[in-house]
């Protein structure tokens, strides 16, 4: 496993040279998001070095501040987007049984890059969307180097770290179709990060199965559940969908959401126009936050007379 000297990673444009550029957050404790919400000062010491570098290192003298905060990887870097779907324990289900019936191969699906957007920026919901958009927060795995055909033991040496995505879905999209990608393929659909988690570092994530989150709407707590739920585990994931493919550097794997879905609560709660959506992890993930922005359906011209 490539040892990095990060433990927690963010992307920004720095206030002192209007350039974008990677780097640790100079208080271990602080939660980016949350503190990029409310406008507080962030001080960053920046990353010398690509962070898929074994080589790159901490800034020993230089500190910036965060401008903007963008996502932990540009789209230019992100190689896929996967998704598992279906992939916790629900209410009532018990833990054996429910692991002995699982799909012999995770549920997957994938997808565009252009649905990747940052910390604090719109999801926007189209028209053709309105009536039933849904969030989802999910733990995401960032693969370091490529590989394929890994075994579950190696597979979390191919690991670079962990972040936070909320895999916003279209729920009347799903309902029409068994094939999930398009109800999930909308710009803006996939906001993740704000902070890298480092899996080889002392202070990282060790063991992504035990990794607590949440997601709250309007400040509702609507899903407060645990990894460690999850029907497939990320070493197996990983292995699993190594198996005759390529996972490349800077592939994304969306591990699937816990219990508390809108479209399963009654009433049924969907993201409108002005809300705002908040995934929480533990671990040093923090909080990704976005607001939610109907798109205006443009108005037809009218015929002439």
């Known amino acids: 496993m490539m040892q990095t000297s990060w433990h927690r990673l963010i992307r920004f444009i720095a206030a002192q040279d209007g350039r974008e550029h990677y780097g640790q957050p100079v208080d271990d404790d602080l939660d980016v998001g949350q503190a990029y919400h409310e406008r507080a000062s962030i001080r960053v010491r920046p990353l010398v070095g690509s962070p898929f570098s074994a ?16 996502c932990p990887l540009p789209p230019n870097e992100v190689r896929t987007i996967r998704g598992l779907g279906a992939n916790f324990i629900q ?3 018990d833990r054996i ?4 019936k699982r799909t012999p191969i995770p549920i997957v699906f994938y997808k565009p890059l252009t649905t990747i957007s940052s910390p604090s920026t719109p999801i926007v919901i189209p028209p053709c969307a309105a009536d039933e958009s849904d969030y989802e927060a999910e733990l995401v795995v960032v693969v370091s180097r490529t ?4 075994s579950p033991a190696n597979a979390l040496q191919h690991v670079l770290g962990y972040t936070l995505s909320n895999d916003v879905t279209a729920r009347s999209r799903m309902k029409a179709a068994s094939q999930w990608g398009l109800c999930k393929s909308f710009d803006t659909w996939f906001p993740f990060g704000p902070v890298l988690v480092s899996a080889s570092h002392r202070l990282g994530i060790s063991n992504p199965d035990n990794v607590h989150l949440q997601l709250h709407l309007n400040g509702n707590l609507l899903q407060d559940g645990n990894t460690a739920d999850m029907l497939w585990k990320v070493a197996e994931t990983v292995s699993e969908l190594s198996k005759g493919t390529t996972l490349e550097a800077g592939s994304l794997i969306s591990m699937g959401t816990p219990p508390g879905e809108g479209f399963k609560r009654s009433p049924p709660v969907f993201l409108r126009d002005g809300d705002l959506a908040v995934v929480k992890g533990s671990n040093g993930l923090g909080s990704l936050i976005n607001p939610v922005q109907a798109q205006i359906q443009p108005a037809l011209p009218k015929p002439r007379l």
């Open 55 to 70: 080589s790159a290192t901490l800034s020993p003298d230089v500190v910036l501040t965060v401008q903007t905060l963008l």
């Open 91 to 93: 209410p009532g289900q």
């Open 147 to 150: 590989c394929k055909d890994v």
């Open 97 to 100: 049984d429910a692991l002995s």
